[in-house]
């Protein structure tokens, strides 16, 4: 195993020391017909805890997503919620409630009724529901439009509802298929600080599906990256981020700028690794687990590159030469696409200020400048 | 329509004539049924004569409530069936024999009737024979046969409308803790009752203006209006047929522009709470834009 997720390990099992999991999923596998969906996946989720799927389309999360809802069958696998299994019980059964994509409200009933419906198929009291669905209505602060049917809401007020019907049962775990998939852009960045307030103030166990990350590292308190039915990575926005376990993780998350090379040195204190797109060597001051001789990509991130006119002290290590190609003007930085002469192009995000400080005019294009960064940031990765 | 591209004088008579040729042979029936005269072609003054007699005879009046019965329990059982059929064929996953059930369900659509009449005489006489039930043809036959036809249209329209409506509405009454058979009943049935209304209706007019099957299924003493129609006018036109035709037109006249009517009442309330909810929304978002969410952690 490499470096990266070492570190990140002491993290997780220090907080699950404390908390033994609350759903626990183990090797749950689906196959439609010949298609493998979702391939022997194992996680974890405590308590309280938001947690997020994160990946594109046709990665598996969905169905993931259904088979802990009970809509689909896993053909092989476990799922524990709270101590008791629940892999074969029917979705009516299931202490789960979720929120759909469409939020799939019942067109021919009013918002009370909607949050009601739930309530009803338990058989509680009357002036039991009567309470609840008010709370519910005053935690999604919708009690101004409980007589109201559902087309005549704006899009932002269906999901409250959608929310809120989907708490109304007090369910052990909460799913949300895309939660703001439906809005437009402007309103889901508030809609997603609400929606965490509104979880956060219930409580409630989460497992989210969505294929934005923004909204996940928002949202989340841990993610899940899914690929091609894989969980791939799980852990908290910050270790995903920094320390990627694997190509895929490095490149869906945020930009990277990622590097195939060779280890040339191995000791336990620092890594050389030969990487031919720079023409030099990538200087790595720990050890990592893999071999000498193995082939590895390294993963740096454009704000970790460093823009200068001036070549480094240490040419050929941890640095390259290149020509500015094109230049992204974002305001308090710039993004530059510096080609290095073997072709590859290097992505350096760079302060506004730094040229300020330095006293210098910005690069232009075509002029030529040296990327560097510092030997403790590159994340190396074996897959 | 065509802004600013008027018909030309050929187009308007074309419509004209087409207009004519549908609705003239009508509205002469309407006119002849007041006719004093009992020759069917000569205008002999204005007249109510023919209802009047038309109220009298016992055979018309019998006919057309049989064929009221018949249509009501044939439209019933119909829609039962064939609500069930549309909701297999829209909602099931494909199961063995799916393919050959779909075709089945719409054979007799497109079935000629003389082959489902006879098949169905054929049938109920070896029954007969087999064992002594059904003894005699007559409102049971004809009810059979009537519902066969009109089932096939009922499961097409609830089959269309079914595809329609998000099948996440289901799924989500189930997660909130419905059995299939409740969710049915509480989420889908209130989705489709207007398609089930329509299929409805439609199942009456069919059964109403049935005559070949019924004439295989019919036997004494059990005759519908299209029958008693039809037999008297091959003994020559009569007057009295006049004015039931007329009564008819006026019948379903009435029931078309009053649904109609509800229809576009209902719609013309649902715009206008759609317009009132957007109103309000417009002058919620001129507020200040940050109150939801500091409310919301409040």
Known sequence: MMEAVAAAAPVQTGVQAHNTPYLQIS????????????????????????????????????????????????????????????????PYDRPINMMFQSYALFPHMSVEQNIAFGLKQDKLPKGEIESRVAEMLDLVQMRKYAHR?????????????????SLAKRPKLLLLDEPLGALDKKLRQQTQLELVNTLEKVGVTCIMVTHDQEEAMTMATRIGIMSEGQLLQVGTPGEIYDYPNCRFTAEFIGETN??????????????????????????????????????VWTSIRPEDVRLDRKPPATPGVNSARGTVVEIAYLGSYS????????????????????????????????????????????????? | MYNGNKLSPVLKGVLVAGFLFLYLPIVSLIVYSFNASKLVTVWGGFSTRWYVSLFHNEQILSAVGLSIRIALASATAAVVLGTVAGFVLARFKRFRGSTLFAGMMTAPMVMPEVITGLSMLLLFISMQQLFGQPSERGFFTIWVGHTTLCMAYVAVVVRSRLIEIDKTLEDAAMDLGARPLKIFFVITLPLISQAIASGFLLSITLSLDDLVTTAFLSGPGSTTLPQVIFSKVRLGLNPEINALAT??????????????????????NREKAIAAAMRENENAQAGPPSSAVSSASA
């Open chain 1, 27 to 90: 090797g749950i596998f689906k196959k439609f017909g010949d298609n493998v969906a979702v391939d022997h996946v194992d996680l974890d989720i405590r308590q309280h805890e938001i947690f997020a799927l994160l990946g594109s389309s046709g990665c598996g999360k969905s169905t993931l997503l259904r088979m802990l809802a009970g809509m689909e069958r896993p053909t092989s696998g476990r799922i524990v919620l709270d101590g008791q299994d629940i892999t074969h019980l029917a």
């Open chain 1, 149 to 165: 049917k559902p087309y005549q809401l704006s899009g932002g007020q269906q999901q409250r509802v959608a929310l809120a019907r």
């Open chain 1, 258 to 295: 990622l590097l195939t090379g060779m280890v040339s040195v191995d000791e336990p204190d620092h890594v050389e690794i030969d990487v031919p797109e720079l023409e030099g060597r990538i200087w790595i001051d720990h050890g990592i687990t893999g071999p000498k001789g193995m082939q």
């Open chain 1, 335 to 383: 993004v530059y696409h510096v080609r290095l002469p073997s072709g590859k192009v290097i992505k350096s995000m760079v302060p506004s200020s730094r040229w300020y400080e330095a006293g210098e005019e910005a690069p232009t294009w075509d002029e030529t400048v040296y990327v560097s960064w510092r030997p403790d940031l590159p994340v190396v990765m074996t897959r």
């Open chain 2, 247 to 268: 009564i008819t037109v006026l019948i379903v006249g009435i029931m078309v522009v009053a649904a109609n009517y509800l229809m576009l009442n209902a719609q013309r």
